[in-house]
């Protein structure tokens, strides 16, 4: 069974319970695999990122084979939010839901989009129907309103974001489809040599004491990269890693650098 959300976000937990931890969330519009149902819970998988959990079964809604087919189809197209919150109004019972950036609208046209044959109205300078070309300039115009958004655990929104969702909400921006954690996102794309070779865009990872994979920002120049870490900011990079104003010392070791 496919399911979709209609709610503005909904959290996906590792364990059917609300005080679990929260590993990521759905945004409205988005779809999902039902693998299994409980009473109150079910258990998920992402279509768009293959991220599994759990979620509360009142928050997503079951699709029809004919529903989900048609929705999928027009989901390759959709466009996107690409401010930190927007609003959006039903045609059909004038509410108003608040939508996060990323977003995808679909059958959108002149602040007009459509869900399950229902129409909604959104601002149009709040949506970008083609993805930003990759570049400096582009960069800093879509990252701009993301400063200061703190960080939360599991977060993709703008009341919260972990080091992953933000790259992966900000990529999927021009057009790159990145998977969820920073493991995952470490694995894709192509390997740059070094900062000296970087561009605007490249995604440049971090690794905890163990070794592992643990922290990811994004590329402005080979001096400076965006990330998430304690709250979206911009901090000087160098071979080292991240070095750290507010600290005094080095933040993050640098351990690979991609492009996508």
Same mark, same amino acid.
């Given at each position: ?15 059917p319970r609300e005080v679990a931890e929260q590993s990521t969330q759905m945004l409205f519009g988005e779809l999902c695999t039902v693998l299994e149902q409980k009473p109150r819970w079910n258990r998920v ?59 995808? /609208? $679909? ?10 044959? %229902? =129409?909604?109205? &959104?601002? *149009?300078?709040? !949506? ?9 300039e582009n960069l800093m115009q879509a990252v701009r309103f993301f400063l200061n958004i703190p960080y939360l655990w599991g977060g993709k929104n703008a009341m919260g974001m972990d080091c992953s969702g ?36 490249? /995604? $440049? ?10 922290? %990811? =920002?994004?590329? &402005?120049? *080979?001096?400076? !990269? ?35």
């Amino acid at each position: 069974m496919v399911a979709l959300s209609l709610h503005s976000i909904v959290p996906v937990r590792t364990e059917p319970r609300e005080v679990a931890e929260q590993s990521t969330q759905m945004l409205f519009g988005e779809l999902c695999t039902v693998l299994e149902q409980k009473p109150r819970w079910n258990r998920v998988k992402l279509l768009s990122d293959g991220q599994e959990g759990w979620v509360d079964a009142k928050m997503i809604t079951l699709m029809s084979d004919d529903e989900y087919r048609t929705y999928s189809k027009d989901l390759s197209s959709a466009a996107r939010v690409v401010f930190p919150m927007a609003y959006a109004v039903s045609e059909n019972n004038g509410q108003t839901i608040p939508l996060t950036a990323g977003t995808q /609208l $679909v059958r959108y046209k002149d602040g007009r989009f459509e869900v399950l044959g %229902v =129409g909604f109205r &959104i601002e *149009p300078s709040m !949506v970008r129907v083609q993805p930003f070309a990759m570049n400096q300039e582009n960069l800093m115009q879509a990252v701009r309103f993301f400063l200061n958004i703190p960080y939360l655990w599991g977060g993709k929104n703008a009341m919260g974001m972990d080091c992953s969702g933000f790259t992966q909400t900000i990529m999927g921006l021009f057009g790159k489809n990145l998977l969820r954690n920073a493991s995952e996102q470490a694995k894709q794309g192509d390997a740059v040599a070094s900062l000296k070779e970087t561009q605007a865009g490249d /995604l $440049v990872f971090f690794d905890h004491e163990d070794g592992r994979i643990s922290h %990811v =920002g994004i590329v &402005i120049d *080979p001096e400076r !990269v965006i990330h998430c870490s304690g709250r979206v900011k911009v901090e000087k990079l160098d071979e080292t890693g991240i070095f750290s104003a507010e600290q005094g010392e080095y933040s993050h070791h640098l351990v690979a650098i991609r492009r996508y």
